[in-house]
């Protein structure tokens, strides 16, 4: 299942679930998702979900501008269409979602166990590379 996580100003995000195969944002009230903000058009933009031409089975999400007057931005890109990646960030007016496909979560992001000196005690995080420094001889 995929959904829009709103971002609000507490911590608490309000989910919408993409459960149709087109969901449309704007101002105006025959939007699926309205939104009451001034810099948003009427009809801004779209999203539809789709079976993958290069991947049987597979679904993808595409977002779409609908030549809005303030464009909508994914990750801080403004764009036309574009195919939403889990994690992907999309805002529109001063509105920002986060786009959740919790079939697909990456599983580049999972996490590397570390052992400590400590028994039984483990942490996650990235391995520092270790660099041989160059020593510089001076020509005498």
């Not at 030549?67 to 574009?82: A, R």
Request: aromatic share 6%; proline share 3%.
């Amino acid at each position: 299942m995929a959904l829009l996580v709103q971002k609000t100003d507490d911590s608490a995000g309000i989910k919408l679930p993409i459960d149709k195969q087109r969901i449309t944002i704007g101002r105006n009230s025959s939007n699926d998702i309205r939104l009451e903000d001034e810099l948003v058009s009427k009809k801004h933009a779209v999203i539809e979900v789709m079976e993958s031409p290069a991947h049987s089975g597979r679904i993808e999400f595409l977002i779409q501008d609908l030549d809005s007057t303030n464009q909508t931005y994914v990750n801080d890109c403004p764009i036309v269409l574009h195919k939403l990646r889990h994690g992907d960030v999309i805002r529109i007016g001063i509105n920002l979602f986060k786009f959740v496909d919790e079939s697909r979560e990456d599983t580049k992001e999972t996490a590397q166990l570390y052992k400590t000196w400590i028994p039984g005690v483990f942490y996650t995080g990235k391995k520092k590379k270790q660099t041989k420094k160059k020593t510089s001889k001076k020509k005498r």
